[in-house]
Nanobody
Framework: QVQLVESGGGLVQPGGSLRLSCVAS????????MGWYRQAPGKQRELVAS???????NYSDSVKGRFTISRDNAKNTVYLQMNSLKPEDTAVYYC?????????????????WGQGTQVTVSS
C-alpha cells in the first residue's frame, strides 16, 4: 500500500556529515507532516526533526543548528542533513510520515514508518 524506504546511513567520524533520505511510495493521495526519529540502544525513540506540508520545521534541542530537515514534495521524499555529528548521535534513524492513501473512492490517513537506517559516529 504505502512504503517508506530510508537510505544514507553509515559510519562517520565525529565532526563529519551524513545525509539521510526517505522516499514514500504507493497509493498516495497526500503526504502531510514528515519527520525523523532516532533510537539509541537502551533508550526510547525520540523525535529529531519534523516538517509540515507547508515546510514549517521543528527540531529537538540536541540537534538544532547542526541538522536540517527538508522535503521534495514532487519526489515524495524527506531529507535529513546532519552536520557536526557527535558520538551521541549514534542511533537507528527512522523516517515517519502522516499519509493519506487512496482507498476505493475515498482516502484513509495513517502514520507510516520506515525500516530504519543505522548511523554510527565513532573515531
Amino acid at each position: 500500500q504505502v512504503q517508506l524506504v530510508e537510505s544514507g546511513g553509515g559510519l562517520v567520524q565525529p565532526g563529519g556529515s551524513l545525509r539521510l533520505s526517505c522516499v514514500a511510495s504507493g497509493s498516495i493521495f497526500r503526504i502531510n507532516a514528515m519527520g525523523w526519529y532516532r533510537q539509541a540502544p537502551g533508550k526510547q525513540r525520540e523525535l529529531v526533526a519534523s516538517i509540515t506540508s507547508g515546510a514549517n520545521t521543528n527540531y529537538s534541542d540536541s540537534v538544532k543548528g547542526r541538522f536540517t530537515i527538508s522535503r521534495d514534495n514532487a519526489k515524495n521524499t524527506v531529507y535529513l542533513q546532519m552536520n557536526s555529528l557527535k558520538p551521541e548521535d549514534t542511533a537507528v534513524y527512522y523516517c515517519n510520515a502522516d499519509i493519506a492513501r487512496y482507498s476505493g473512492p475515498y482516502y484513509l490517513t495513517n502514520d507510516y514508518w520506515g525500516q530504519g537506517t543505522q548511523v554510527t559516529v565513532s573515531s
